[in-house]
C-alpha cells in the first residue's frame, strides 16, 4: 500500500531537509575558510617573525663593523702605530710605546666591558708572519690581557690573507664557525664571528690589524628569547650548515666534519639556497595531518661578499595552526541540527513566505564562497530571513574591508622599507599611498627635527619631502611653521583634520583632459613614540571612506618608525662626519699655530743672512752643474734623461758609446729610436709602471749599425719646475747573458753525466751479484765442514767470508734498485691486495725477530679500512720491511708498534695527488734512541745516518731510507717522521687507496 502525504508535511520534510543542508554547508564553508584564514595569517605571522629576526642580527653586526673600524681610528691605536714606526715614540705627542699601548689596552677592555658577546680583541702585525702584538680576552666574568707567552703568529689564517687586501674604509667580515686553535676545532665549541680593519701608515701601507671576534651563539640565545611555544627556530650559514639547531649533534656540519644540513632534511630548500635571486620561501606540508608549516628568509649581512647569508627558518606544526577551527566545526553542527529542528516546527506555518528568502541566502552563500562580491540578500524581509540577510551582509562588508585593509598595509609597508635617505623614502611613499588611500595629490611633509639639515632644528618647520600628482605653486610656501596654516595647525594640535569645504582658489586637480577642485582634504599627522615626524596632506575628488582613514591611521605609525630609523641613522653618519671634520681641523689648526711660531722666531736671522744665502747659493749652484756634468760625463753606464712623452733630454757619452749615436742625433727624438720595434707599444705603460713599482726590467736595444744587444734598462722619476722628468740608466749586458747560457748547457751535461753514472750503477751492481752468489754457496759449504777436515777457527772465518758477503749482497742490492730508480729503469705492478694480507705477512716475519729482541711488537688496524688497496705489493712490503728492521734495530727495549689507518686532517699532505678521505696511513712507532730534529731531512739522503758512528754500532748501508721515500714517490705517496732523541720515532708510509697502473 502506498503511503500518503499531505503537501504541506513533504513541503515541510523537504524545507527541513534544505534548512538542514544549508546550515550544515554553511559550517562547513566557515570551517574550511577559518582554516584557510589561519593558515594565511600564520605564515604572514611566521614571515613577519622570520623577517624580526634580521634586525637585531643586523645591529648586532653593524655594532662589530662599527666597533672594529672605530678601535682602528682612536687616537691611541694611531698614536701606538707612530711610536712603533719612531723607534717607540710618538712624534705628534711624545707618548712612550708603553703608554700608547695602554691606552690601547684600555679601550679594549671598555670596549669588551659595554659588549657581552666579544670574546676577545686583538691588535696583528702585519710583519713578522702576522703575530698578535696585543690581545685582550673575556675570561668568564673577567676581561684581562692576554700573557706575551700566549700570543700566537696567525701565519696561514684564511681571514688574514683576505683583511690584509681591503680598501680602506671597507670591514672584512669572517663567515660564522667554531673557534679554532691552529686549525683545530676548541673545545667547548664556540661560534664565531670575527671582524677585522687594517690600520694604515702614512704611506698608505697596512700597520695592522684590528680584529674583534664576537660569540654568535650569545646574540642567536638573545635574540631567540621571544620564540613563540610552537615554533621550531633554525639558522644556517649559505652552505647549510646548522648555527641553530634544538638537536645539537647536526651543529656546525662543516667544521665538525659531518653532512647534516638543512638542504638535506628539507629538500625543497636546496633550490631556494642555490637561486641568489629568490631570498624568501614558505612551504606547506604535503601530509596536513603530521606535516608543519616551513618559512625561510636569507639575510645578506656582508657587503663585501653579496652571496654570503644567514639562513634564518621557522617551523610551525600544521595541526596547532587549525586546532582552533575544531570548535567551531563542533559548535556549528550543533547549531545546524538545531536550526534543522526548529524549520521542522514552523516550517508548516512559515513555508510560503520563507522558502523564496531561504532559497535566495543559499544561491548567496554558494556565491560568496566562490569569491563573488557583488551579492544582493533579502534585507528588506521583516522576519528573521532579513536578520540574517543583513548580517551576513554586514559580516562580508566588514571582512571586505579588513582584508582590504591589510593587504594595502602589508603592500606599502613593503615597498618602502630598505630606503637609505628619507627624500627617497617620501617619494616612494607618496607614489605608493596617495592611489591607495583613493587620493590624486598627496604631500607628504616632514619636520624639521628629522631631517637632514641638523642646523634648521633651532626652528621647527615642515617641508615636503616626497609628493604625488602635486605641483609647486609660487603663490604658496615651501615650508610651514607650526601652528601656520592647516598643515602647521595640524602638526602643533597632533590631530587629523578632514576638510570638505574646498576653496575656489584652492589646488586644482589637472590632467590632459582638463581640471577640477578635490571636494575633500585630510591632514593626518605623523607620530613616532609621541613626538611628531610630519604630516600627510592628500586631497580627493570623491571624499574618504571610513576603510580608508582607518587604513590612514594604521599605516602613520609605521611611516613614523621608518622615518625615525631613517633619519637616526643619517644623523648618526653626519655626526661622525663632523667628528673626523673637527678633529682634522684642530690637528691642521695646531700644525699651522706650530709652523707660525717657528716662521716668527726665525724670519729675523733669515732676512740677515739672506743675502748671503743668496750669493753662496748661485755659487754651489755653478760648481754642482760642473760636477754633475763631469759624473754623467765620465760614467761606464749609459745615463739619458726624458720627458713625460718620451723625447730625450740629455744623452751622456757611455750613451754614445752604446748605441753609436750622437747626442745631436738623439736629444728632441722619441726614445722608441733606440728600441726594436716590439717595444715600441711597451714604453708608455712601462715609464708609469716603473714609478709605482720601482723595478727594472731587461729589454732589447737597436744600435745605429741596425744590431740588437741585451741591456739592463732602470728607470727613475724626479720633478723639474712643474713637469716630470724621468732619468734612464742603460747597461749593456751582452756577457751576463753568455755567461747564463754557459751556466744552463753546464746543468744540462751535468744532469746528462748523472744519468749515465745512474746506467753504470745499475749494470755494474748487476755483474757483481754472479761472482757473490759463487762466493757466498762456497762460504757456506766451507762453513759447514761436511768433511770435517777444517779447524774451529777456519769455520769461523768462513762464516765470517759469509756474512760479509751477505752485507756486500744486501748493499749491492740496495744500490742496484736506487740506481733503478735513478735510471727510470724500475717498473710497477699494481693490483689489488689485501691490507689484511700484507699486515699478517709482516707480522710472520718479525714476530721471531721481537721474541729474540726481547721487544714487544703490537699491531693494530683500525675500524674504517677499506679490505684491499690497489697499489704495488711488493714495493710496499719493502718499505714497511725497511721501516720495521730500523725500528728493531734501534730498540733495545720498549716496543714497536705497526698502525694501519686512515690520516687525520691535522697530518697536512704535501702531494697534489693525495687526498684526505683516499689515503692508507701504515706507521712504524717504536721507543728507541730516537733521531735529532736537526738531522730529520739527512736520513733520507743516500750513505746518511743519524749520527756518524751509527752505522759502526749498529751496522747498515745508509741507502735503506733513500730507497723507501723514492718508492712512497713511485707509489704516488710519501713518508714522514716524527722523532725526539731519547723517546723514539715514527715512521709513517701515506699510501693513495687507488692509484692508476703506470710504469717509471
Given at each position: 500500500?502506498?503511503?500518503?502525504f499531505?503537501i504541506t508535511?513533504?513541503?515541510?520534510i523537504?524545507?527541513?531537509?534544505m534548512v538542514?543542508?544549508?546550515?550544515?554547508?554553511i559550517?562547513?564553508v566557515?570551517?574550511?575558510?577559518s582554516?584557510?584564514?589561519l593558515?594565511?595569517?600564520?605564515?604572514?605571522?611566521?614571515?613577519?617573525?622570520?623577517?624580526?629576526?634580521?634586525?637585531?642580527?643586523?645591529?648586532?653586526?653593524?655594532r662589530?663593523?662599527d666597533?672594529a673600524?672605530?678601535?682602528?681610528?682612536?687616537?691611541?691605536?694611531?698614536?701606538?702605530?707612530?711610536?712603533?714606526?719612531?723607534?717607540?715614540?710618538?712624534?705628534?705627542?711624545?707618548?712612550?710605546?708603553a703608554?700608547?699601548?695602554?691606552r690601547?689596552?684600555?679601550?679594549?677592555?671598555?670596549?669588551?666591558?659595554?659588549?657581552?658577546p666579544?670574546?676577545?680583541?686583538?691588535?696583528?702585525a702585519?710583519?713578522g708572519?702576522?703575530?698578535e702584538?696585543?690581545k685582550?680576552?673575556?675570561?668568564?666574568n673577567?676581561i684581562d690581557?692576554a700573557?706575551?707567552?700566549k700570543l700566537?703568529e696567525?701565519?696561514?689564517?684564511?681571514?688574514?690573507e683576505?683583511?690584509?687586501r681591503?680598501?680602506?674604509g671597507?670591514?672584512?667580515?669572517?663567515?660564522?664557525?667554531l673557534?679554532?686553535?691552529?686549525?683545530?676545532?676548541?673545545?667547548?665549541?664556540?661560534?664565531?664571528?670575527?671582524?677585522a680593519?687594517p690600520?694604515?701608515?702614512?704611506?698608505?701601507?697596512?700597520?695592522g690589524?684590528?680584529?674583534?671576534?664576537?660569540?654568535?651563539?650569545?646574540?642567536?640565545?638573545n635574540i631567540?628569547?621571544?620564540?613563540?611555544?610552537?615554533r621550531?627556530?633554525?639558522?644556517?650559514d649559505?652552505?647549510?650548515?646548522?648555527?641553530?639547531?634544538?638537536d645539537?649533534?647536526k651543529?656546525?656540519?662543516?667544521?665538525?666534519?659531518?653532512?647534516?644540513r638543512?638542504?638535506?632534511?628539507?629538500?625543497?630548500?636546496?633550490?631556494?639556497?642555490?637561486?641568489?635571486?629568490?631570498d624568501?620561501?614558505t612551504?606547506?606540508p604535503?601530509?596536513k595531518?603530521?606535516?608543519?608549516?616551513?618559512?625561510?628568509?636569507?639575510f645578506?649581512?656582508?657587503?663585501?661578499?653579496?652571496?654570503a647569508?644567514?639562513?634564518?627558518?621557522?617551523?610551525?606544526p600544521?595541526?596547532?595552526?587549525?586546532?582552533?577551527?575544531?570548535?567551531?566545526?563542533?559548535d556549528?553542527?550543533i547549531f545546524?541540527l538545531?536550526v534543522?529542528?526548529?524549520?521542522a516546527?514552523?516550517?508548516?506555518?512559515?513555508l510560503?513566505?520563507?522558502?523564496?528568502?531561504l532559497?535566495?541566502?543559499?544561491?548567496?552563500?554558494?556565491?560568496y564562497?566562490r569569491g563573488?562580491?557583488?551579492i544582493?540578500?533579502?534585507t528588506?524581509?521583516?522576519d528573521?530571513?532579513?536578520v540574517?540577510?543583513?548580517?551576513?551582509?554586514?559580516?562580508?562588508?566588514?571582512?571586505?574591508?579588513?582584508?582590504?585593509?591589510?593587504?594595502?598595509l602589508?603592500?606599502?609597508?613593503?615597498?618602502?622599507l630598505?630606503?637609505?635617505?628619507l627624500q627617497?623614502?617620501?617619494?616612494?611613499l607618496?607614489?605608493?599611498?596617495?592611489?591607495?588611500?583613493?587620493a590624486?595629490?598627496?604631500?607628504?611633509?616632514i619636520?624639521?627635527?628629522?631631517?637632514?639639515?641638523?642646523?634648521?632644528r633651532?626652528?621647527?618647520?615642515?617641508?615636503i619631502?616626497?609628493?604625488c600628482?602635486?605641483?609647486?605653486r609660487a603663490?604658496?610656501?615651501?615650508?610651514?611653521?607650526?601652528?601656520?596654516?592647516l598643515?602647521?595647525?595640524?602638526?602643533?594640535d597632533?590631530?587629523?583634520?578632514l576638510?570638505?569645504?574646498?576653496?575656489?582658489?584652492?589646488?586644482?586637480?589637472?590632467?590632459?583632459?582638463?581640471?577640477?577642485r578635490?571636494?575633500?582634504m585630510?591632514?593626518?599627522?605623523?607620530?613616532?613614540?609621541?613626538t611628531l615626524?610630519?604630516?600627510?596632506?592628500?586631497?580627493?575628488?570623491?571624499?574618504?571612506?571610513?576603510?580608508?582613514?582607518?587604513f590612514?591611521?594604521?599605516?602613520?605609525?609605521?611611516?613614523?618608525?621608518?622615518?625615525s630609523s631613517?633619519?637616526?641613522?643619517?644623523?648618526?653618519?653626519?655626526?661622525l662626519?663632523?667628528?673626523?671634520?673637527?678633529?682634522?681641523?684642530?690637528?691642521?689648526?695646531?700644525?699651522?699655530?706650530?709652523?707660525?711660531q717657528e716662521e716668527?722666531?726665525?724670519s729675523?736671522e733669515?732676512m740677515?743672512?739672506?743675502?748671503r744665502?743668496?750669493?753662496?747659493?748661485?755659487k754651489?749652484?755653478?760648481?754642482?752643474?760642473?760636477?754633475?756634468?763631469?759624473?754623467?760625463?765620465?760614467?761606464?753606464?749609459?745615463i739619458?734623461?726624458?720627458?713625460?712623452?718620451?723625447?730625450?733630454?740629455t744623452f751622456n757619452?757611455?750613451?754614445?758609446?752604446?748605441f753609436?749615436?750622437?747626442?745631436?742625433e738623439?736629444?728632441?727624438?722619441?726614445i722608441k729610436?733606440?728600441?726594436?720595434?716590439?717595444?715600441?707599444?711597451?714604453?708608455?705603460?712601462?715609464?708609469?709602471r716603473?714609478?709605482?713599482s720601482?723595478?727594472?726590467?731587461e729589454?732589447?736595444?737597436?744600435?745605429r749599425?741596425?744590431?740588437?744587444?741585451p741591456?739592463?734598462?732602470?728607470?727613475?722619476?724626479?720633478?723639474?719646475?712643474?713637469?716630470?722628468?724621468?732619468?734612464?740608466?742603460?747597461?749593456?749586458?751582452?756577457?751576463?747573458k753568455?755567461?747564463?747560457?754557459k751556466l744552463?748547457?753546464y746543468?744540462e751535461?751535468?744532469?746528462l753525466?748523472?744519468?749515465y753514472?745512474?746506467?753504470?750503477?745499475?749494470?755494474m751492481s748487476?755483474?757483481?751479484?754472479?761472482p757473490?752468489?759463487?762466493?757466498?754457496?762456497?762460504?757456506?759449504?766451507?762453513?759447514?765442514?761436511?768433511?770435517?777436515?777444517?779447524?774451529?777457527d777456519?769455520?769461523?772465518e768462513?762464516k765470517?767470508?759469509?756474512?760479509?758477503?751477505l752485507?756486500?749482497?744486501?748493499?749491492?742490492?740496495?744500490?742496484?734498485?736506487?740506481?733503478?730508480?735513478?735510471?727510470?729503469?724500475?717498473?710497477?705492478?699494481?693490483?689489488?691486495?689485501?691490507i689484511?694480507g700484507i699486515?699478517?705477512?709482516?707480522?710472520?716475519?718479525?714476530?721471531?725477530?721481537a721474541?729474540?729482541?726481547?721487544?714487544?711488537?703490537?699491531l693494530?688496524?683500525?675500524?674504517n679500512?677499506?679490505e684491499?688497496?690497489h697499489?704495488?705489493?711488493?714495493?710496499?712490503?719493502?718499505i714497511?720491511?725497511?721501516?720495521?728492521?730500523?725500528?728493531?734495530?734501534?730498540?733495545?727495549?720498549?716496543?714497536?708498534?705497526?698502525?694501519?689507518?686512515q690520516?687525520?686532517?691535522?697530518?697536512?699532505?704535501?702531494r697534489?695527488?693525495?687526498?684526505h678521505?683516499?689515503?692508507?696511513?701504515?706507521?712504524?712507532t717504536?721507543s728507541g734512541?730516537?733521531i735529532?730534529?736537526?738531522?730529520?731531512?739527512?736520513?733520507?739522503?743516500?750513505?746518511?745516518?743519524e749520527?756518524?758512528?751509527?752505522?759502526?754500532h749498529?751496522g747498515?748501508?745508509?741507502?735503506?731510507?733513500?730507497?723507501?721515500?723514492?718508492?712512497?714517490?713511485?707509489?704516488g705517496?710519501?713518508?714522514?717522521?716524527?722523532?725526539?732523541?731519547?723517546k723514539g720515532?715514527?715512521?709513517?708510509?701515506i699510501?693513495?687507496?687507488?692509484?692508476?697502473?703506470?710504469?717509471?
Amino acid at each position: 500500500m502506498k503511503l500518503k502525504f499531505p503537501i504541506t508535511a513533504k513541503l515541510s520534510i523537504l524545507v527541513v531537509v534544505m534548512v538542514a543542508a544549508t546550515a550544515f554547508a554553511i559550517n562547513e564553508v566557515y570551517v574550511r575558510g577559518s582554516n584557510q584564514v589561519l593558515v594565511d595569517l600564520t605564515i604572514k605571522d611566521m614571515e613577519k617573525e622570520v623577517g624580526a629576526f634580521t634586525y637585531p642580527l643586523g645591529n648586532f653586526i653593524d655594532r662589530l663593523t662599527d666597533d672594529a673600524r672605530l678601535i682602528s681610528q682612536v687616537q691611541s691605536t694611531q698614536g701606538f702605530m707612530r711610536a712603533n714606526l719612531n723607534r717607540g715614540i710618538d712624534p705628534e705627542d711624545g707618548s712612550t710605546r708603553a703608554q700608547l699601548e695602554s691606552r690601547v689596552l684600555t679601550v679594549f677592555k671598555e670596549m669588551m666591558v659595554t659588549r657581552d658577546p666579544y670574546r676577545q680583541i686583538r691588535f696583528i702585525a702585519a710583519e713578522g708572519q702576522g703575530r698578535e702584538i696585543l690581545k685582550v680576552e673575556r675570561f668568564g666574568n673577567r676581561i684581562d690581557r692576554a700573557p706575551e707567552d700566549k700570543l700566537q703568529e696567525q701565519e696561514g689564517e684564511s681571514y688574514l690573507e683576505e683583511a690584509f687586501r681591503l680598501q680602506p674604509g671597507e670591514v672584512y667580515l669572517s663567515a660564522p664557525g667554531l673557534a679554532k686553535e691552529k686549525g683545530v676545532v676548541s673545545l667547548p665549541h664556540s661560534l664565531i664571528l670575527r671582524a677585522a680593519v687594517p690600520v694604515y701608515k702614512p704611506d698608505k701601507e697596512i700597520f695592522g690589524l684590528v680584529v674583534i671576534d664576537m660569540d654568535f651563539e650569545s646574540v642567536f640565545k638573545n635574540i631567540s628569547k621571544n620564540l613563540l611555544e610552537n615554533r621550531t627556530l633554525y639558522i644556517t650559514d649559505a652552505k647549510g650548515d646548522y648555527l641553530v639547531h634544538p638537536d645539537p649533534s647536526k651543529l656546525f656540519a662543516s667544521d665538525l666534519g659531518h653532512d647534516r644540513r638543512i638542504q638535506k632534511e628539507a629538500s625543497r630548500i636546496a633550490e631556494v639556497m642555490a637561486n641568489t635571486k629568490t631570498d624568501r620561501v614558505t612551504f606547506l606540508p604535503e601530509d596536513k595531518a603530521r606535516g608543519n608549516v616551513f618559512t625561510f628568509q636569507k639575510f645578506h649581512y656582508n657587503p663585501l661578499h653579496p652571496n654570503a647569508y644567514l639562513g634564518i627558518a621557522l617551523e610551525a606544526p600544521y595541526r596547532d595552526i587549525i586546532k582552533g577551527t575544531e570548535k567551531i566545526a563542533r559548535d556549528g553542527f550543533i547549531f545546524s541540527l538545531c536550526v534543522s529542528l526548529a524549520a521542522a516546527l514552523t516550517a508548516i506555518v512559515l513555508l510560503r513566505f520563507s522558502i523564496r528568502p531561504l532559497n535566495r541566502i543559499a544561491e548567496a552563500v554558494v556565491r560568496y564562497r566562490r569569491g563573488e562580491k557583488d551579492i544582493h540578500l533579502p534585507t528588506d524581509s521583516p522576519d528573521e530571513i532579513g536578520v540574517l540577510a543583513r548580517e551576513f551582509q554586514a559580516m562580508m562588508k566588514q571582512k571586505g574591508e579588513e582584508d582590504w585593509v591589510k593587504e594595502n598595509l602589508v603592500a606599502i609597508s613593503r615597498s618602502i622599507l630598505g630606503f637609505k635617505n628619507l627624500q627617497d623614502f617620501g617619494d616612494a611613499l607618496m607614489e605608493a599611498l596617495t592611489p591607495a588611500a583613493g587620493a590624486q595629490v598627496g604631500v607628504l611633509y616632514i619636520s624639521s627635527a628629522f631631517g637632514r639639515d641638523i642646523r634648521s632644528r633651532d626652528h621647527e618647520t615642515l617641508t615636503i619631502l616626497g609628493a604625488c600628482g602635486y605641483t609647486e605653486r609660487a603663490s604658496l610656501p615651501a615650508a610651514f611653521r607650526w601652528g601656520e596654516g592647516l598643515v602647521g595647525q595640524c602638526a602643533k594640535d597632533r590631530t587629523s583634520r578632514l576638510v570638505s569645504d574646498i576653496p575656489e582658489d584652492y589646488l586644482s586637480i589637472a590632467s590632459a583632459l582638463g581640471e577640477s577642485r578635490p571636494t575633500h582634504m585630510l591632514l593626518l599627522p605623523v607620530l613616532f613614540e609621541n613626538t611628531l615626524a610630519g604630516v600627510l596632506e592628500l586631497a580627493s575628488l570623491n571624499g574618504f571612506s571610513e576603510v580608508q582613514l582607518s587604513f590612514l591611521e594604521q599605516l602613520s605609525f609605521n611611516i613614523g618608525v621608518i622615518i625615525s630609523s631613517i633619519s637616526a641613522s643619517v644623523r648618526t653618519e653626519e655626526l661622525l662626519e663632523e667628528a673626523r671634520q673637527t678633529a682634522e681641523e684642530l690637528q691642521r689648526s695646531e700644525e699651522e699655530l706650530k709652523t707660525q711660531q717657528e716662521e716668527l722666531e726665525a724670519s729675523n736671522e733669515e732676512m740677515e743672512e739672506r743675502t748671503r744665502e743668496l750669493e753662496e747659493l748661485n755659487k754651489q749652484i755653478k760648481e754642482s752643474g760642473d760636477r754633475l756634468s763631469a759624473v754623467v760625463g765620465s760614467a761606464l753606464d749609459g745615463i739619458m734623461s726624458i720627458d713625460e712623452r718620451g723625447i730625450v733630454q740629455t744623452f751622456n757619452p757611455a750613451c754614445e758609446r752604446l748605441f753609436g749615436y750622437s747626442a745631436q742625433e738623439v736629444v728632441d727624438q722619441n726614445i722608441k729610436m733606440l728600441m726594436p720595434d716590439s717595444y715600441h707599444s711597451e714604453q708608455e705603460d712601462y715609464l708609469s709602471r716603473y714609478v709605482t713599482s720601482g723595478e727594472g726590467r731587461e729589454v732589447k736595444g737597436n744600435r745605429r749599425d741596425g744590431s740588437i744587444f741585451p741591456m739592463e734598462l732602470s728607470v727613475s722619476a724626479f720633478a723639474f719646475g712643474n713637469r716630470r722628468y724621468f732619468s734612464v740608466t742603460i747597461r749593456d749586458i751582452t756577457q751576463r747573458k753568455e755567461a747564463e747560457n754557459k751556466l744552463l748547457r753546464y746543468q744540462e751535461d751535468l744532469e746528462l753525466s748523472s744519468r749515465y753514472k745512474s746506467e753504470f750503477l745499475a749494470n755494474m751492481s748487476h755483474e757483481l751479484r754472479t761472482p757473490l752468489n759463487s762466493l757466498l754457496i762456497l762460504a757456506r759449504s766451507l762453513a759447514g765442514n761436511e768433511e770435517g777436515n777444517l779447524t774451529e777457527d777456519q769455520i769461523e772465518e768462513a762464516k765470517i767470508i759469509h756474512n760479509g758477503g751477505l752485507e756486500l749482497l744486501g748493499l749491492i742490492n740496495d744500490i742496484l734498485d736506487l740506481s733503478k730508480v735513478e735510471a727510470g729503469k724500475m717498473s710497477l705492478v699494481t693490483e689489488e691486495i689485501s691490507i689484511n694480507g700484507i699486515v699478517k705477512r709482516l707480522e710472520q716475519q718479525f714476530d721471531p725477530i721481537a721474541r729474540e729482541a726481547g721487544v714487544a711488537f703490537h699491531l693494530r688496524l683500525a675500524e674504517n679500512l677499506p679490505e684491499t688497496l690497489h697499489t704495488d705489493s711488493q714495493r710496499v712490503e719493502q718499505i714497511l720491511k725497511n721501516l720495521l728492521s730500523n725500528a728493531f734495530k734501534f730498540t733495545s727495549e720498549g716496543s714497536v708498534t705497526l698502525e694501519v689507518s686512515q690520516p687525520g686532517k691535522e697530518i697536512s699532505l704535501q702531494r697534489e695527488t693525495l687526498e684526505h678521505g683516499a689515503t692508507i696511513a701504515f706507521s712504524v712507532t717504536d721507543s728507541g734512541i730516537g733521531i735529532e730534529e736537526s738531522k730529520l731531512n739527512d736520513i733520507f739522503e743516500a750513505f746518511q745516518q743519524e749520527d756518524g758512528s751509527t752505522d759502526r754500532h749498529y751496522g747498515g748501508t745508509g741507502l735503506g731510507l733513500t730507497i723507501a721515500r723514492k718508492f712512497a714517490h713511485m707509489l704516488g705517496g710519501e713518508i714522514h717522521v716524527v722523532s725526539k732523541k731519547g723517546k723514539g720515532s715514527t715512521f709513517t708510509l701515506i699510501l693513495p687507496a687507488a692509484r692508476a697502473r703506470e710504469s717509471i
